[in-house]
């Protein structure tokens, strides 16, 4: 089992910045990789960013060069530093954990944080 705490969303102007915290209840070290995910009014739950247990990085392309993912290992927690926002980034912003036991992966969500781009 893994709990993730999510917070850090809000309201921001166009060009403005946000960072996301994730905290896990359990050793980074021990997932297959945590990731953040986004799901837009009538729309799909799509992956943002992700970062494996190695510290490798990988991003939709829509925000290559605006979002930064990252990890404090200490704090088990994840972040998701959101620069140059577009009203376009506005969704629901879902933290992702995985663990594989050698057989299944497995999914982890925390609860979600609402992040608004908006003038």
């Known amino acids: 089992q893994v709990q993730l705490v999510e917070s850090g969303g809000g309201l921001v102007q166009p060009g403005g910045s946000l960072r996301l915290s994730c905290a896990a209840s359990?050793?980074?070290?021990?997932?297959?990789?945590m990731g953040w995910y986004r799901q837009a009014p009538g729309k799909q739950r799509d992956l943002v960013a992700r970062?494996?247990?190695?510290?490798?990085?990988n991003y939709v392309d829509s925000v290559k060069g605006r979002f930064t993912i990252s990890r404090d290992n200490a704090k088990n927690t994840v972040y998701l530093q959101m620069n140059s926002l577009k009203p376009e980034d506005t969704a629901v912003y879902y933290c992702?954990?995985?663990?594989?036991?050698?057989?299944?992966?497995?999914?982890?969500w925390g609860q979600g944080t609402q992040v608004t781009v908006s003038s």
């Open positions: 992702n954990a995985r663990t594989y036991n050698g057989l299944v992966y497995r999914d982890y």
């Open positions: 359990r050793s980074i070290f021990s997932l297959n990789g």
């Open positions: 970062i494996t247990s190695g510290g490798s990085t």
